[in-house]
């Protein structure tokens, strides 16, 4: 995430798939850029830096999803970020984490410290643990005897039953077997990226599944939660600018309009009742449209994801099997561009029609620049 490319193509991503809660790794943002992200991100962000080329961990919270923070606990070596409040009035402690490769040991006692210092309620963490939980499930090929990957494994076994946590997915997934990173120089796939929680979120969880691996190295997991909140409201809708600025839409629209005046002409002697009866058919038609396009858009995006995720499995390729694997991400990036432009379209086309649009932007810059900063 150390570009503005790659930060937005990781945002469209999450708002795709319709993601509240989200725990990111090696997010390879400084101090100053984790500063600037919190900022031009809508949502809450809660994350530690470190170096634009290492490391780094990252809690993003969709705009919207009722999460009151109460305690921040970052790691100066950019390993984790762990914060402690309320979701949905729920007492929970969130953590994303990013392991290193050897000697986990420090790693979790420093852990464990700082979830001590601020534990109140349920505990979710999840990340690159950068170890397997079983050697002999969550990899292609066994470790050497006497390997470290024995000691390591044990290791951070024993420290998620010590906080009373259980590996979502191998608890609903007991006989699979799915891997998260691939490593070309051994050869091997393990399954290293896991969420991990107490019983109290366990019984909630009713859906785990990995995805594809499309714009990290590694397959993300995705977790579905049932909590009893209390639904936002529906919001107010408008026109979309852009489907006016469209010539087939609006002959559309015209004929359309038209066919639904003599239907329901003389059906009332309200002309009151034929406008808002007529106001109806404009949404309907409106969102049918507007929203079909990005709706297919997204559905082929999505159906690219789970054919890679399908050749992901696969251990053993065969030179064409690699060669239609190479397509298939071909295939996904064109679509994934296609669906960009479309949501960069339709938003810069409503930015442009927003009244006070200077204004905005005026408070923007006086927010993001701070009191100290002359405005000429």
């Not at 950068?130 to 951070?156: C, E, F, I």
């Not at 393990?190 to 009713?206: E, K, N, P, Q």
């Not at 936002?232 to 038209?258: C, G, K, V, Y």
Request: charged letters at 25%.
């Amino acid at each position: 995430m150390g570009s503005p490319a790659k930060r937005h193509k990781v945002l469209a991503y999450l708002k795709r798939r319709g993601i509240h809660v989200a725990m990111l790794q090696e997010t390879h943002l400084t101090t100053n850029e984790v500063e600037k992200f919190k900022r031009r991100c809508r949502g809450q962000v809660f994350a530690t830096g470190y170096s634009s080329y290492s490391r780094g961990a990252l809690i993003w919270i969709r705009a919207g999803v009722p999460f009151e923070a109460r305690s921040i606990e970052v790691d100066r070596e950019g390993r984790f970020v762990v914060v402690e409040g309320r979701l949905h009035g729920i007492p929970i402690m969130l953590g994303s984490i990013y392991a290193p490769n050897q000697d986990q040991a420090p790693f979790l006692q420093r852990l464990s410290s700082r979830i001590t210092c601020q534990q109140n309620g349920d505990l979710l963490i999840g990340g690159d643990f950068n170890s397997v939980m079983n050697v002999d499930s969550d990899r292609s090929l066994p470790p050497l005897q006497g390997a470290v990957t024995h000691k390591t494994t044990k290791k951070v076994r024993e420290w998620v039953e010590v906080w009373g946590m259980v590996d979502i997915w191998r608890e609903q997934h007991p006989n699979e077997k799915d891997y998260t990173f691939y490593s070309a120089l051994h050869q091997l796939h393990t399954r290293i990226d896991r969420v991990v929680c107490t019983t109290g979120i366990a019984r909630g969880i009713f859906h785990t599944e990995y995805l594809g691996r499309t714009i990290s190295d590694h397959n993300p997991l995705l977790v579905r939660w049932r909590l009893d909140e209390d639904r936002p409201p529906i919001p107010i809708w408008r026109l979309p600018p852009t489907a006016l600025e469209d010539q087939t839409f609006r002959e559309n629209l015209r004929s359309h309009l038209a066919d639904q005046i003599n239907i329901n002409k003389g059906s009332t002697s309200s002309r009151y009742l034929e406008w808002e009866a007529l106001k109806v058919e404009v949404r309907g038609y409106s969102i049918g449209q507007t929203v079909g396009i990005k709706r297919t858009l997204e559905q082929e995006v999505i159906k690219l994801e789970g054919a890679i995720h399908s050749w992901e499995k696969k251990v053993h390729k065969s030179a064409q099997e690699r060669e239609e694997y190479e397509q298939v991400m071909k295939s996904y990036s064109c679509a994934e561009e296609q669906l960009r432009c479309h949501c960069l379209q339709k938003h810069l086309a409503t930015v442009q029609a927003e009244e006070g649009r200077s204004g905005k932007m005026l408070a923007w810059l006086v927010k993001a620049g701070g009191e100290g900063t002359p405005i000429l």
